[in-house]
């Protein structure tokens, strides 16, 4: 029977994969080596705030159109605006609904490392999209986010992308706990999504998985330069999936550098 296309897996069916037990996942999320996430049902509570860390233009417009920031993880509804500018790149917002797949923090994760009953349940005020999202947007003040341990999950690229060198961090440090970071995540994919469009084509670039399975030829250059390929077919696709090139008109006399030599 063929395998299916995994979004993501419970925290025990992640451990039973990884040849780890929930407590060790639970380690290595606490430690900041693992983002481990929650599915939290629609949930409508008081004001919010969100944080949005990049890409602000496009988010402007999508929360001006439908007030609302979404991808195929989350929903964040009933969004305005607080202080932003349309240009700004990070900027505040306020909002009173989510639902889907957010990360934790680690100080999060580490109490449900040191408790071990599986009906053990906190309240977080603070939440993130996870890494495989387009975008990167921090959540607090959240009120009444219930979660248990059988709430969480780890996606599925997280898994196969993997790295047991990682150094530990202790709880509390890295990623989303210095609000003043600014990842820029969606940049870097779409830095990764044109370098591909202009050495493989268009085609290879909106759909790069075949790059890097058996035979590609992102995964045969590397094996000429003896490089081990950093991530899975399946991994880049994912970060690329959502990501929109940005292309600018360009005149006769721009484009046509023969003429000039």
């Not at 349309?86 to 957010?102: H, V």
């Not at 999209?129 to 986010?145: A, E, I, R, W």
């Not at 219930?146 to 440090?173: C, H, W, Y």
């Given at each position: 029977m063929k395998n299916i296309d995994r979004m993501y897996y419970p925290?025990?069916?992640?451990a039973e994969k990884m040849n780890f037990n929930v407590q060790d996942l639970l380690h290595l999320g606490a430690t900041g080596r693992m983002e481990i996430c929650a599915y939290i049902p629609k949930t409508t509570t008081n004001a919010f705030s969100v944080q949005v860390r990049e890409n602000g233009e496009f988010v402007y417009e999508q929360i001006k159109k439908r007030a609302e920031v979404w991808d195929k993880f989350y929903l964040i509804e009933n969004v305005s605006f607080v202080e932003?500018?349309?240009?700004?790149?990070?900027?505040?917002?306020?909002?009173?609904?989510?639902?889907?797949?957010?990360?934790?923090?680690?100080?999060?994760?580490?109490?449900?490392?040191?408790?071990?009953k599986d009906d053990f349940e906190i309240e977080t005020t603070s939440l993130m999209t996870p890494y495989t999202s387009g975008y990167d947007f921090h959540l607090f003040d959240v009120q009444g986010v219930k979660i248990t341990k059988n709430n969480l999950v780890v996606m599925a690229v997280n898994l196969e992308d993997f790295n047991s060198s990682q150094v530990a961090k202790r709880p509390?440090?890295?990623r989303g706990d210095d609000k003043k970071s600014v990842p820029?995540?969606?940049?870097?994919?779409?830095?990764?999504?044109?370098?591909?469009?202009?050495?493989?084509?268009?085609r290879?670039?909106?759909?790069?998985?075949?790059?890097?399975?058996?035979?590609?030829?992102?995964?045969?250059?590397?094996d000429k330069?003896?490089?081990?390929?950093?991530?899975?077919?399946?991994?880049l696709k994912t970060w690329l999936e959502d990501v929109e090139l940005e292309y600018v008109e360009i005149s006769k006399n721009d484009g046509d550098i023969s003429e000039n030599h």
């Amino acid at each position: 029977m063929k395998n299916i296309d995994r979004m993501y897996y419970p925290l025990n069916e992640a451990a039973e994969k990884m040849n780890f037990n929930v407590q060790d996942l639970l380690h290595l999320g606490a430690t900041g080596r693992m983002e481990i996430c929650a599915y939290i049902p629609k949930t409508t509570t008081n004001a919010f705030s969100v944080q949005v860390r990049e890409n602000g233009e496009f988010v402007y417009e999508q929360i001006k159109k439908r007030a609302e920031v979404w991808d195929k993880f989350y929903l964040i509804e009933n969004v305005s605006f607080v202080e932003c500018s349309r240009k700004a790149i990070m900027f505040e917002c306020q909002a009173d609904t989510l639902s889907g797949f957010f990360a934790l923090h680690s100080q999060d994760i580490v109490k449900f490392e040191f408790n071990r009953k599986d009906d053990f349940e906190i309240e977080t005020t603070s939440l993130m999209t996870p890494y495989t999202s387009g975008y990167d947007f921090h959540l607090f003040d959240v009120q009444g986010v219930k979660i248990t341990k059988n709430n969480l999950v780890v996606m599925a690229v997280n898994l196969e992308d993997f790295n047991s060198s990682q150094v530990a961090k202790r709880p509390g440090e890295g990623r989303g706990d210095d609000k003043k970071s600014v990842p820029n995540i969606n940049k870097q994919a779409r830095l990764i999504k044109t370098l591909i469009r202009i050495h493989y084509g268009e085609r290879d670039a909106n759909n790069p998985r075949g790059l890097l399975e058996p035979g590609g030829e992102l995964l045969n250059d590397l094996d000429k330069l003896g490089i081990r390929p950093p991530v899975s077919g399946k991994s880049l696709k994912t970060w690329l999936e959502d990501v929109e090139l940005e292309y600018v008109e360009i005149s006769k006399n721009d484009g046509d550098i023969s003429e000039n030599h």
